[in-house]
C-alpha cells in the first residue's frame, strides 16, 4: 500500500474565507525553485511570482523591461519548488495593455508555461475589460492599485499615491469595479492606511497592503527586502526581518579567507 502525504493548498476560496473570519494573509515575493520551497514549507499562503524580478533579480531600474518568456522562467522555477502556497504571476508591462485579447494571449501562456494558479495585473478601470475576459477563460485574477510600478513615468515618483481626493475617489471607484469584474483580491500599494482602511472594509474581497498599512486583510513584502538582501532600499513601510547581505558578505569573506590560508579543504574534506 502506498501512502501519500496529504497536502491542504490554499486556493483563492481560502482566501476570502480567510477575510470573512478576520484572519490574515501573508504574501510574499519569490523568483526561483530554492526560495519558494523554503516560504512555502514555511507556511506562506500566497507566492507572488512579482514583476520586482526586473529590479532584485536583472538590477534593472524600473519594472518595465522585463519580458514575459522572462516571466514564465521565474514562474515556473517557483512553481517546482511550491506544494501548498497559491503561485500567482505578474503579467508583465507590455504584455496586457493593448487589448483585453491580447491581455487572454498572455495570461494563457503563464497558465500553460508554468502552472501557477493565478494572475495580478496594474489598473482600475483601464483594465476591467481585460479582467473580465481573463475570469471568464477561468483564470483568477488579482488587481494592483495605488502604486503601480509599471506606470512609474506617468507618476514621475515612488511617493505615496492617493493623498489627493481626486485620486483616493478615483481608487475608491477602481477598487469596486474589479471586485463587479470578478478579482479574487487586491494589491494595494503604497497609499495612506486610512484610504486602504476604507476600501478593505468596504470590499467583499481581500486586500492585501504593500505601504498601506495594518488595516488590509493580508501583508506582502518582497523577499530582498525584508530578508535584507537589498541594503539601500528602506522606505518606511519596510520590516526587515534579517541581515542577509552582512551574513553572506561575512560567510563569503571566510571561505575566502579558508581558501587563501589552504584550510578548506581540510583532509575530511576530501577523498
Ligand atoms: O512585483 C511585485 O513585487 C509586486 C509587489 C510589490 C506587490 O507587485
Known amino acids: 500500500m502506498s501512502v501519500t502525504k496529504e497536502i491542504k493548498k490554499i486556493t483563492t476560496h481560502t482566501l476570502q474565507r480567510m477575510k470573512e473570519k478576520g484572519e490574515k494573509i501573508s504574501m510574499i515575493t519569490a523568483y526561483d525553485f530554492s526560495f519558494a520551497k523554503i516560504f512555502d514549507e514555511a507556511g506562506i499562503d500566497v507566492i507572488l511570482v512579482g514583476d520586482s524580478a526586473s529590479n532584485v533579480m536583472a538590477g534593472h531600474e524600473t519594472t518595465l ?27 508583465p508591462f507590455g504584455s496586457y495593455q493593448s487589448n483585453s485579447k491580447e491581455a487572454l494571449v498572455s495570461t494563457f501562456r503563464i497558465m500553460k508555461e508554468t502552472g501557477a494558479h493565478a494572475i495580478k495585473l ?4 483601464e483594465v476591467q475589460e481585460s479582467v473580465k475576459r481573463i475570469i471568464a477563460a477561468g483564470v483568477p485574477v488579482m488587481g494592483h492599485l495605488g502604486l503601480t510600478p509599471q506606470s512609474i513615468y506617468k507618476f514621475g515618483t515612488y511617493n505615496v499615491r492617493a493623498k489627493e481626493q481626486a485620486e483616493a475617489e478615483k481608487l475608491r471607484n477602481d477598487a469596486k469595479l474589479l471586485q463587479e469584474a470578478g478579482c479574487f483580491g487586491l494589491v494595494l500599494e503604497k497609499i495612506p492606511a486610512t484610504l486602504a482602511k476604507e476600501v478593505s472594509e468596504s470590499l467583499q474581497i481581500p486586500t492585501i497592503g504593500i505601504g498601506a498599512g495594518k488595516f488590509c486583510d493580508g501583508q506582502v513584502l518582497v523577499m530582498h527586502d525584508m530578508l535584507g538582501i537589498n ?31 589552504n584550510d578548506f579543504p581540510s583532509e575530511s574534506e576530501q577523498y
Do not use: W
Open 231 to 261: 541594503t539601500e532600499f528602506k522606505p518606511r513601510f519596510l520590516r526587515q526581518y534579517l541581515n542577509l547581505h552582512a551574513e553572506i558578505t561575512g560567510a563569503v569573506k571566510k571561505y575566502i579567507g579558508d581558501v587563501k590560508s
Open 65 to 91: 523591461p522585463i519580458t514575459l518568456d522572462q516571466m514564465i522562467y521565474h514562474a515556473s522555477s517557483v512553481i517546482r519548488g511550491t506544494s501548498r502556497s497559491l503561485v500567482v504571476v505578474d503579467l
Open 122 to 125: 496594474e489598473g482600475g478601470e
